[in-house]
């Protein structure tokens, strides 16, 4: 702890960081080299570096944050500034799963606020604090562009769509209970260490992991279905097994009566347009180049 001249603590730690254990450290700096190998600028390696140490401890330590420093020759206030800029780096031991309950606008008024709530009752937790067993942190996250599946929880990063109170109980439940639990899309779960060794930029080598990587599914491909003109697919909404979009079975709005052929664009917006005519400067023509 650093002092003050009359011996009053501060109350924050000091570096230099205690060191890995050798071992510990060969093995890091094997992995950190094949990192450093990938990126013509060695710096460009520290958010992979970061992911690498977290995947030791479950957190960024100090110890970590030294390492990145020695290997990439960087200061450690330089290191800490990108590690505590970035969410995904914890900063104290958190448990093997992450459960993020996204809270951001369209989930909260979907049920996120609810679910949060539920689960902060449910665990005896609150906002970043691990449950007893050590398995399970609960977290607000933001929003994970997933709105189209609102309202959205996370675990260690992988999606789990659609949720209400009671599914994300049971999520829970079974975190704790060390029960199979598959994401709604995405590669099977694996704990947060796991998370962070894939996410340094190893290969996910569980069998089945990088077939089982799957889409978001079609509700966000509506969007750009009816873009292209197509009518758009009836969706049944997973949660109540009923219809969930307005205009299913039918033809956009702006549709025109007959398909239109798969070149002509609908819209003035996505069509190519001449520089003369999107430039109020220059409304027809070509424009001469200077001294012709
Ligand atoms: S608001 Fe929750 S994923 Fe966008």
Same mark, same amino acid.
């Given at each position: 702890?650093?002092?003050?001249?009359?011996?009053?603590?501060?109350?924050?730690?000091?570096?230099?960081?205690?060191?890995?254990?050798?071992?510990?450290?060969?093995?890091?700096?094997?992995?950190?080299?094949?990192?450093?190998?990938?990126?013509?600028?060695?710096?460009?390696?520290?958010?992979?570096?970061?992911?690498?140490?977290?995947?030791?401890?479950?957190?960024?330590?100090?110890?970590?944050?030294?390492?990145?420093?020695?290997?990439?020759?960087?200061?450690?206030?330089?290191?800490?500034?990108?590690?505590?800029f970035y969410t995904m780096y914890r900063r104290k031991?958190?448990?093997?799963?992450?459960?993020?309950?996204?809270?951001?606008?369209?989930?909260?008024?979907?049920g996120g606020d609810a679910i949060f709530e539920a689960?902060?009752?449910?665990?005896?937790?609150?906002?970043?604090?691990?449950?007893?067993?050590?398995?399970?942190?609960?977290?607000?996250?933001?929003?994970?562009?997933?709105?189209?599946?609102?309202?959205?929880?996370?675990?260690?990063?992988?999606?789990?769509?659609?949720?209400?109170?009671?599914?994300?109980?049971?999520?829970?439940?079974?975190?704790?209970?060390?029960?199979?639990?598959?994401?709604?899309?995405?590669?099977?779960?694996?704990?947060?260490?796991?998370?962070?060794?894939?996410?340094?930029?190893?290969?996910?080598?569980?069998?089945?992991?990088?077939?089982?990587?799957?889409?978001?599914?079609?509700?966000?491909?509506?969007?750009?279905?009816?873009?292209?003109?197509?009518?758009?697919?009836?969706?049944?909404?997973?949660?109540?097994?009923?219809? +969930? @979009?307005? $205009? %299913?079975d039918r033809a956009p709005r702006d549709a025109a009566?007959?398909?239109? =052929?798969? #070149? *002509?664009?609908?819209?003035? +917006? @996505?069509? $190519? %347009?001449?520089?003369?005519?999107?430039?109020?400067?220059?409304?027809?023509? =070509?424009? #001469? *180049?200077?001294?012709?």
């Open positions: 702890m650093t002092t003050t001249p009359e011996g009053v603590s501060l109350g924050m730690p000091q570096l230099p960081a205690p060191d890995y254990p050798d071992d510990v450290r060969a093995r890091l700096e094997r992995d950190a080299a094949e990192i450093v190998a990938r990126y013509p600028d060695s710096r460009s390696a520290l958010l992979p570096l970061l992911h690498l140490v977290q995947s030791e401890e479950g957190h960024v330590t100090r110890t970590g944050m030294q390492f990145c420093a020695d290997v990439l020759g960087l200061t450690t206030a330089e290191v800490t500034a990108v590690a505590t031991p958190s448990g093997d799963y992450q459960v993020g309950v996204c809270t951001n606008t369209l989930c909260a008024v979907m689960l902060q009752d449910h665990l005896g937790v609150g906002n970043g604090e691990t449950t007893d067993d050590g398995k399970v942190t609960l977290e607000h996250i933001e929003c994970n562009a997933a709105c189209d599946f609102a309202p959205v929880v996370m675990v260690n990063w992988e999606f789990f769509d659609n949720q209400t109170v009671d599914s994300a109980r049971q999520l829970v439940d079974d975190l704790r209970a060390g029960a199979r639990v598959e994401p709604t899309r995405g590669a099977p779960l694996c704990t947060f260490k796991e998370t962070a060794r894939i996410l340094a930029g190893f290969p996910d080598e569980r069998d089945g992991a990088v077939e089982a990587s799957g889409s978001a599914g079609p509700a966000s491909l509506i969007g750009l279905r009816l873009a292209k003109g197509e009518a758009a697919a009836r969706v049944v909404h997973p949660r109540d097994g009923g219809p +969930h @979009d307005e $205009p %299913q009566p007959h398909e239109p =052929p798969a #070149a *002509e664009h609908l819209s003035s +917006h @996505d069509a $190519p %347009q001449d520089t003369s005519a999107s430039d109020p400067a220059h409304p027809a023509g =070509p424009v #001469a *180049e200077e001294g012709e």
